[in-house]
């Protein structure tokens, strides 16, 4: 079987230029701290989705990510494509000043049985449908998707377990995280952002697991909550190998965030 592909080039600034014609990317703004490469991917992104209460978090924290410019003026540049979600969180003024922008603002509270995350997710899958455009193609990034409250981070981590054939990232408080399917796989991390801190985790029950690319690999190594679990493993190639007979999660370390400097490792895993 033919090995997935985790790349992590939609971080880099040249992502737009150089891998326009091979990736595309999507962008879901959710209510928690915005990372410090929202910019970055809001500006290379094709779609842009805030999840209710993430388009106050676009509204407030974008301008003093850019500072020296109007706040007003960095608003009505990088607009959203749409806010969907419950609307249960998002302010009145920040609904009025998108709508003057011509913003589409859907409520989706007639359905209480996915998250707001979830909702997005589903409209940018059928946005690339209709636009011709192939999932294996397009990687959607989950910004403020980790930290804040627990519930809402597992909510996040376990929706990775739903889509498992879609490129789908979560960015939040320092921390990127991703799905690694069952069978093989190479990740290919943005070294000179990601790590050097790096963790293979089986979130959804028992997995034996191999690796190589880092500091303590894998050998057949079974793994489960409540028994070993790789975390604090280090980084040591570009490319690393998995292979794994049920779904994994990969989290790294973000250099680039401001929420803190990278852990030390306690060399488990």
Known sequence: MEASVLDSGFLSEQADAAGATEQQLAVVLLN?????LTPLLWKNAKLRVCADGGANRLYDELPRMLPGRPADAVRAQYLPTVIKGDLDSLRPDVAAFYRQHGVAIEDLSADQDSTDLQKCIQFVRQQAEEQGLQLQQLTLVALGALGGRLDHTLS???????YPDMSLVLLGDGNLARLVPAGRAVIRPDRRLEG?????????????ASSSGLRWNLHSTPMAFGGLVSTSNIIEADEIHVESDSHLVWTTRLRSSSSGSSSDSDGSG
């Open 32 to 36: 928690w701290t915005l990372p410090t």
């Open 196 to 208: 050097p801190t790096c963790g293979l985790v089986p979130c959804a029950g028992g997995a034996v």
């Open 156 to 162: 996040n981590l376990s929706t990775l377990y739903m």
